[in-house]
T-cell receptor
Framework: GAGVSQSPRYKVAKRGQDVALRCDPISGHVSLFWYQQALGQGPEFLTYFQNEAQLDKSGLPSDRFFAERPEGSVSTLKIQRTQQEDSAVYLC??????????????FGPGTRLTVL | AQSVAQPEDQVNVAEGNPLTVKCTYSVSGNPYLFWYVQYPNRGLQFLLKYITGDNLVKGSYGFEAEFNKSQTSFHLKKPSALVSDSALYFC????????????FGTGTRLLVSP
């Protein structure tokens, strides 16, 4: 079947604009993660959903970042009043089960956000 | 807190030669370790994982990794490198204090020359 998809693939925003990034996980996957990858760095955790419940948002860098997964499938990461330091690749990943198993995560291609 | 270190920013190897990409880890509890590869403008692709059992883990595309508890290392290896293996490689450890989130290293760029 299809893998994890993300849209848009590229987004250019002016500083102060709001943006919304979409993630379509693999069908049936319970767990969904968002990561932020700055240039030349490894991905860093932002937030985690188990179905529709956001169980961990400890990695969100500020209250300008908000994520939701209302029906337990598609997820949206929203960034309000974007700043230049928000420029990064935003990666979405899904995995089949919850923390009881050690599953690998399947990553989407990412959305490259550039804030001017 | 869980962490991994990738001491080499770049590894250069000639095609056909064996390759090693290094990773050391620090965890509380059982270490669950992963290797991912990232090609330009693409997401991370899973290569292999260590959960328990054999210290030599075999993965995709001919890659394998050796888990060494005493040295807290999880080096990625391949007996014969291909030019197409050139990419960015990330080691990661599962955070046992949370909900499976992965903690990544800074990445190692592998360059395989013809």
């Amino acid at each position: 079947g299809a893998g994890v998809s993300q849209s848009p693939r590229y987004k250019v925003a002016k500083r102060g604009q709001d943006v919304a990034l979409r993630c379509d996980p693999i069908s049936g996957h319970v767990s969904l993660f968002w990561y932020q990858q700055a240039l030349g760095q490894g991905p860093e955790f932002l937030t985690y959903f188990q179905n529709e419940a956001q169980l961990d948002k400890s990695g969100l860098p500020s209250d300008r970042f908000f994520a939701e997964r209302p029906e337990g499938s598609v997820s949206t990461l929203k960034i309000q009043r974007t700043q230049q330091e928000d420029s990064a690749v935003y990666l979405c990943a899904s995995s089949p089960r919850t923390s009881g198993r050690v599953d690998e995560q399947f990553f989407g291609p990412g959305t490259r956000l550039t804030v001017l | 807190a869980q962490s991994v270190a990738q001491p080499e920013d770049q590894v250069n190897v000639a095609e056909g030669n064996p390759l090693t990409v290094k990773c050391t880890y620090s965890v509380s509890g059982n270490p669950y370790l992963f290797w991912y590869v990232q090609y330009p403008n693409r997401g991370l692709q899973f290569l292999l994982k260590y959960i328990t059992g054999d210290n030599l883990v075999k993965g995709s595309y001919g890659f394998e990794a050796e888990f060494n508890k005493s040295q807290t290392s999880f080096h990625l290896k391949k007996p014969s490198a291909l030019v197409s293996d050139s990419a960015l490689y990330f080691c990661a450890v599962r955070d046992n204090t949370g909900f499976q989130k992965l903690v990544f290293g800074t990445g190692t760029r592998l360059l395989v020359s013809p």
